[in-house]
């Protein structure tokens, strides 16, 4: 973009901020130029001085720092919706000065016109330099969604988990590799693992293991548990109510559940809820101990963490990494983009050294301009950051000086250093940066996300790249659900009026009919009657929606439904984590390219039980509801 064209859009004569902030602000006159009066485009006029942009990028974008200036740290305000304002551009009314325009000159008119037309100008500008219209990625399935609004331009600095997040695998791959030396450790302690094969569709993200009964459940936000598998066969409605109806799912006492946070968590819990079946069946050897679940859980996890300690699951990766890892193109270009605007990137990684560099190399550095690799994009690399603890307590951190690893004691990090553990305080105190201008994005609600949160007021991004598969099975599923919304609705009409004549058949019954005064000539037969048929539309209703509740979410999973419900109305467990802990969410960190560094991500509004009756009354009062009830009184 040239910078004579941002200035035709930046059109506010005197240095104010140019944000949601400003709004207010933006109120005074405007006046739009007429377009036929002999107008000459700010292109133009920055030819016609003898002008031209000097971009420090070294491609087509404005020099900020000869036309705009930055509201600082120390000078930044809180906008209407809770946001700062650092970051923000402010016009220079020097600069326009330069160019021989008058800094009183200032659009008129309705800000909503004004508004309307720029946009308009703007959207034109954007089609002209081969960029899609920013609203187009928002709804879709590689859109970022906000749970809570974040103001990208107050983000000093970003930082990245690594597996799953900046790195994506092919999870049938490498799930089923780390399943298969799981089998292999059982098998030779004793266990009966033969015949068992890796299912990736036996379990989602977000379910949580009950080591106490041999069950994998999945609950709702409240810890309702609405769907439950014992080993690999699923409960029936009535199982777990009988299980289940006094109890609730609680993430805290660990002893009991255990929370499918991350990908990671798939192998694990295919590999027990299979050994579950075995442990019921009987064909477990006595020689191997009196065992229950939760010693069966232990068992199993053992032999998968044995995987990972011998080193031979990832010296397999590392040696075929093309089969492992699924390439993404955009990501590197998206962080190049988030570096040059200003801020500081960190890779902060559970993985050691060697496993960090052979996969970063092998997903960046080919996608890479100039000859750049994925080091160059890092202001910080921390690798065995030993996360949660990383963002808990504090770690000695080592500075690591060769390419063969080897470390030394450090106190500080040091731009374009490599080190090992150490903590997130010290990151603070080495970039002097703390608290919520640091983003931090990664794939585990509890190791990434609500750890960092709780304890620094980090902000915190989710990547959930499972989102793109249910974005889309929804979509596929409207008219289903639609369908079902309409015979829900139906029975709920029928069964309101089936219950008001039941009421009349009891105050009848009961010698009061005059409690109502249509009550006093009822017709014995004819209410029976009446309420025959409609028992029989509810049950007929009941018939073809119990079926359709079913069957929501076999789109995405034929087991356990969607990834964010848990029955139809209601938002899973997992759901509400991402809720709580994660400011936005997303399926993939390349998402970021078709946003920008400098984005404002608002919130939607939060819906209330009360907010459909309130809209219905507004929507409908003065018609005939009016004969019923005053909605406004």
């Known amino acids: 973009m040239y910078a004579s064209e941002a200035l035709g859009k930046f059109s506010v004569f005197r240095e104010t901020p140019v944000s949601m902030a400003a ?63 650092k970051g923000d ?133 409240f810890g309702y548990v609405k769907r439950a598998m014992h080993g690999t066969s699923m409960l029936s409605n009535r199982a777990i109510s009988e299980m289940y109806g006094r109890e609730l799912v609680d993430l805290r006492k660990e002893t009991r559940w255990e929370f499918l946070n991350t990908l990671f968590s798939v192998s694990e819990a295919v590999a027990y809820m299979q050994m579950v079946d075995r442990l019921d069946d009987g064909t477990i050897a006595a020689e191997l101990g009196p065992l229950d679940y939760k010693g069966l859980y232990k068992a199993v996890g053992t032999a998968l963490f044995w995987a990972h300690v011998e080193g031979q699951l990832k010296s397999e990766i590392m040696s075929k990494p093309e089969l492992f890892v699924a390439p993404d193109p955009e990501l590197p270009l998206a962080l190049l983009d988030q570096k040059e605007a200003g801020k500081k990137l960190l890779l902060i990684t559970n993985s050691d050294y060697h496993y960090t560099n052979k996969m970063m190399q092998h997903s960046f550095n080919r996608f890479l301009p100039n000859e750049m690799g994925w080091r160059d994009l890092f202001d910080i690399v921390i690798v065995s950051a030993r996360k949660p603890e990383f963002f808990q307590m504090s770690h000695p951190m080592y500075e690591v000086v060769t390419g063969e690893g080897l470390m030394r004691p450090c106190f500080k990090a040091k731009t374009g250093g490599l080190y090992s553990g150490g903590s997130a305080q010290m990151v603070e105190n080495s970039l002097n940066i703390h608290g919520d201008e640091i983003l931090y994005v990664g794939d585990h609600i509890y190791t990434d996300v609500s750890q960092s949160k709780v304890h620094l007021r980090w902000r915190t991004a989710l990547i959930c790249r499972e989102l793109e598969e249910e974005y889309s099975a929804l979509i596929h599923s409207r008219g289903h659900r639609a369908a079902l919304v309409d015979l829900i609705n139906q029975k709920e009409v029928v069964g309101d009026l089936f219950n008001q004549l039941r009421l009349a058949s009891q105050r009848q019954t009961k010698g009061r009919p005059a409690q109502t005064l249509a009550a006093t000539n009822l017709d014995d037969q004819e209410l029976s009657e009446s309420m025959q048929k409609l028992l029989i539309v509810m049950q007929r209703l009941d018939q073809k929606i119990a079926p359709m509740l079913e069957a929501d979410g076999e789109l995405f999973n034929k087991r356990w439904g969607f990834l964010s419900r848990a029955g139809f109305w209601d938002k899973s467990h997992l759901m509400r984590q991402i809720e709580k802990y994660a400011d936005i969410y997303t399926s993939r960190v390349s998402n970021f390219l078709h946003y920008t560094p400098f984005m404002y991500f608002r919130s939607q509004e939060q819906t209330l039980a009360h907010d459909s009756y309130s809209y219905y009354c507004s929507r409908f009062n003065g018609s005939a509801m009016d004969d019923e009830v005053n909605c406004m009184s």
């Not at 016109?113 to 959207?123: F, I, K, L, T």
């Not at 994506?168 to 089998?183: F, K, L, P, Q, S």
Request: a negative charge; one cysteine or more.
């Open 89 to 221: 551009l402010n016009v220079k009314m020097e600069h326009l000065q330069a160019f021989g325009i008058d800094g009183d000159v200032t659009l008129k008119g309705p800000i909503e016109e004004v508004a309307r037309v720029e946009a308009e100008e703007a959207g034109d500008l954007l089609r002209d330099l081969g960029i899609r219209s920013p609203f187009s990625s928002r709804q879709s399935p590689r859109g970022i969604f906000c749970s809570r609004t974040l103001n990208l331009r107050s983000i000093s600095a970003i930082g990245y988990d690594m597996d799953y997040t900046l790195m994506h695998y092919n999870v049938i791959a490498w799930e089923g590799r780390a399943y298969d030396y799981c089998m292999e450790n059982l098998k030779k302690v004793g266990f009966p693992v033969d015949g068992l094969a890796f299912d990736p569709d036996l379990v989602i993200r977000g379910l949580v293991i009950d080591k106490e009964n041999g069950n994998l459940v999945k609950a709702d936000r």
């Open 23 to 85: 709004s207010s602000s933006l109120r005074t006159p405007f006046r739009i130029r007429p377009m036929s009066q002999n107008f000459i485009s700010s292109k133009n006029l920055l030819r016609n001085h003898g002008m031209t942009c000097n971009c420090s990028s070294g491609g087509g974008g404005v020099d900020e720092k000869s036309a705009f200036s930055l509201t600082s740290s120390s000078k930044y305000e809180v906008d209407y919706l809770g946001e700062k304002t």
